[in-house]
């Protein structure tokens, strides 16, 4: 859709970050994080996707292959591809499609970094960094301007949200929403820096 062109723009107006605010590190076990990560098999959610003004909305199909990679797959109602992506269990993205108007180098990138942010690929390839903030628990994967946050509460048993980017001034923020099942029932994104919102509701079938 013409409409993602949009976020080309909007991306080259992103304001710098501010310092990053002082850390306290946090004892305790990183792999508490790992019960947090959704499962997928072939799962299918009903997509909501609003840029600017726009609105956009569709299916998005997440599907585990034989070889444990995984692709995600955003159509319209009437079957026609958005994307589709694949995610490698050594960390490589690929394109495996993308509609001619949404091929831009950096909407690609946004929606692929969106979508690897639920898909918390980084859980099972690093060990954070962990620090205590206010009531909640920051796990950090990666580094500096990409970092990955899983954020939970306290004692590590309810996941309060994603985040990615700086430290101080998280570009992305994910929330997954489980009630004690899984696949998720439902997934949503938001970008801080412009305003872009993906909302996911999982179709039972």
């Known amino acids: 859709m013409k409409h993602f062109l949009c976020i080309s723009i909007l991306l080259m107006l992103t304001a710098c970050a501010s310092s990053v605010p002082s850390r306290q ?45 995984k692709r995600i797959v955003f159509t319209n109602e009437a079957g026609v591809k958005f994307f589709d992506f694949g995610f490698e269990r050594n960390g490589k993205i690929m394109t495996h499609q993308v509609m001619k108007k949404l091929n831009k180098r950096i ?25 205590r903030e206010g009531d909640n628990l920051k796990f950090v994967f990666g580094k500096k301007k990409e970092e990955e946050r899983v954020v939970t509460n306290a004692d590590c048993t ?7 980017g700086p430290y101080a001034k998280p570009q992305t ?17 938001e970008h801080l820096n412009f305003n872009m919102k993906i909302k996911l509701t999982h179709l039972v079938r």
């Open 173 to 189: 923020i994910a929330r997954i929403f489980s009630v004690g099942v899984r696949p998720p029932d439902s997934i949503f994104i």
């Open 25 to 69: 590190p946090a004892q305790v076990d990183v792999s508490c994080v790992n019960k947090f990560k959704p499962i997928f098999s072939s799962d299918l959610y009903s997509a909501s996707v609003d840029v600017m003004r726009h609105h956009i909305s569709g299916l998005v199909l997440f599907k585990v292959m034989p070889d444990s990679s």
């Open 158 to 164: 309810k996941l309060v949200r994603l985040e990615k």
């Open 107 to 131: 909407v690609v990138r946004t929606l692929q970094k969106d979508f690897g942010l639920v898909l918390m690929e980084k859980i099972e390839k690093e060990i954070p960094s962990t620090y």
